[in-house]
């Protein structure tokens, strides 16, 4: 059984305890430090070096789909063709595939096929590519320091056929990878 507490002559807890209650103190303290840093640390991870972004519609079908989750990494210094990349213009965010750098003259044939600096591209891309209006005259010169996207669902996607060529400072980052929320 334990004893009542004691106090001593003058009305005060023994040392004892006000040695418990500090070491309390403090580990709670070294607690909510702690989470700090760990918050911290999470806030720079998500924030600058990676981004989270839901896909809104289908201009990527079949690869990525609408409400996929796509993670991209905000550092890249340099893009390729190929990347998928990720851009927000005008309160909309959207997502595509490199097809052309800075210096590059990209043309659409009027069988629907993809021309790079005169080259026939062979992609693993199910629908033709086509002109979809006139906002971009092709061929089309791509800028320095530039990007020319297309989205992988060709016939009915927004892509640089429609916006024109995108500067690399404007690009959030490059899809990493994606994760799958249909069917859940």
């Known amino acids: 059984m334990q004893k009542p507490e004691t106090k001593d002559t003058k009305g005060q807890i023994p040392d004892r305890h006000r040695k418990e209650k500090s070491e309390a103190i403090r580990d709670i303290r070294t607690f909510f430090v702690k989470l700090a840093v760990i918050i911290l640390f999470f806030w720079i991870l998500l924030e600058v070096v990676f ?7 289908e201009d990527m079908y079949p690869r990525i789909r609408d409400g996929d989750l796509m993670i991209y990494f905000r ?6 063709p190929g990347d998928v990349v990720t851009f927000s213009q005008g309160g909309r965010r959207y997502v595509g595939r490199i097809v052309a750098q800075g ?18 591209q062979s992609e693993e891309i199910f629908y033709p590519t086509q002109v979809v209006d006139e906002t971009v005259n092709f061929p089309c010169q791509i800028p320095g320091d530039s990007i020319f996207l297309l989205s992988d669902f060709r016939t ?29």
């Open 51 to 57: 981004g989270l972004a839901v896909m809104e519609g």
């Open 75 to 80: 550092l890249q210094q340099d893009y390729h």
């Open 156 to 184: 009915n996607g927004t892509d640089s056929r429609s916006y024109g060529p995108i500067a690399t400072r404007e690009l959030d980052g490059k899809v990493i990878t994606i994760l799958r929320r249909r069917g859940i």
């Open 103 to 120: 210096g590059d003259t990209v043309d659409i044939n009027e069988e629907g096929e993809l021309l790079i600096n005169g080259n026939v």
